[in-house]
């Protein structure tokens, strides 16, 4: 497993633009493809978005496609969420997370992964 450690959240108005970074600690990041997960109050954790090992291949949420943009930098152990045009409801609190168990469209799914960090609020105000 890798740890992971989640940076970037905070308060921002409708239609503005935050940027979440992920950092994993460990040798192996390569060998790990990486999800960005969401769990707002009341509601259960859902998948927001996930880039493959290489960053070949990125996954979207459909409610988040065209805003969202993942990225990871395999030299630094970092992972991003570049959030755009955000609205009320992307309020929550977002996991970055970690598998080496799981390629192509599993990556959407939560079980997969094994690894997770402690969170970040992100709270959009109309």
């Known amino acids: 497993q890798v740890q992971l450690v989640e940076s970037g959240g905070g308060l921002v108005q409708a239609g503005g633009s935050v940027r979440l970074s992920c950092a994993a600690s460990g040798r192996t990041f390569i060998t790990y493809a990486m999800g960005w997960f969401r769990q707002a109050p009341g509601k259960e954790r859902e998948f927001v978005a996930a880039i493959s090992r290489s960053s070949g291949v990125t996954y979207y949420a459909a409610s988040v496609k065209g805003r969202f943009t993942s990225s990871r930098d395999n030299a630094k152990n970092m992972v991003y969420l570049q959030m755009n045009s955000l609205k009320t409801e992307d309020t929550a609190v977002y996991y970055c997370?970690?598998?080496?168990?799981?390629?192509?469209?599993?990556?959407?799914?939560?079980?997969?992964?094994?690894?997770w960090g402690q969170g970040t609020q992100v709270t959009v105000s109309s």
């Open positions: 997370a970690a598998t080496n168990k799981a390629w192509g469209s599993a990556l959407t799914t939560i079980i997969p992964y094994d690894s």
